[in-house]
């Protein structure tokens, strides 16, 4: 939609961002202290190892994807999607089609051999829009605990 705005995370943008990064982390039933999202947000302001983007909307922010780039062993450079999540009453609206598309954007940019992402096999609207957006590739995703 043409009224959305996609920008990286600015300094100014903690109050928008945190209710939904604490929405996506409650979506995903994991618990984080607020140190956690301290250290998660200087992270993604410092935009070394995490990026974020924020959506906004009549100057609210609505939405956010964070993302990495990375090596792999096949080749230089390659894009995760790591975290997608818009605030409820925005769904439906194309908010992440379009934090989608500008993740895309700057992988293209930064020269990313691919770009992919997770989400749980029980997020059925999300992979309504992923179907659409993206290929399933078949494979399974295992845990070894640390």
């Not at 996506?24 to 956690?36: C, I, M, R, S």
């Not at 947000?41 to 190892?49: H, N, S, V």
């Not at 956010?64 to 409820?88: G, I, K, N, P």
Request: aromatic fraction near 12%.
């Amino acid at each position: 939609m043409s009224d959305f705005e996609i920008r990286p995370l600015q300094a100014g943008d903690r109050a928008g961002w945190e209710p939904l990064a604490r929405g996506y982390k409650q979506f995903y039933e994991t618990e984080l202290d607020d140190a956690g999202y301290e250290r998660a947000w200087q992270k993604l302001l410092a935009g070394q190892e995490a990026h974020g983007l924020v959506l906004l909307q009549g100057g609210r922010v609505i939405g956010l994807a964070h993302y990495l780039m990375h090596a792999s062993t096949w080749s230089d450079r390659v894009c995760y999607l790591q975290d997608l999540f818009v605030a409820e009453d925005a769904r439906g609206q194309g908010a992440a089609a379009a934090l989608i598309e500008a993740v895309a954007a700057v992988a293209r940019g930064r020269g990313a051999a691919r770009y992919y992402w997770l989400t749980h096999h029980t997020n059925a609207r999300a992979r309504r829009l992923y179907d659409r957006v993206g290929q399933h590739g078949g494979f399974l995703r295992y845990d070894y605990k640390l």
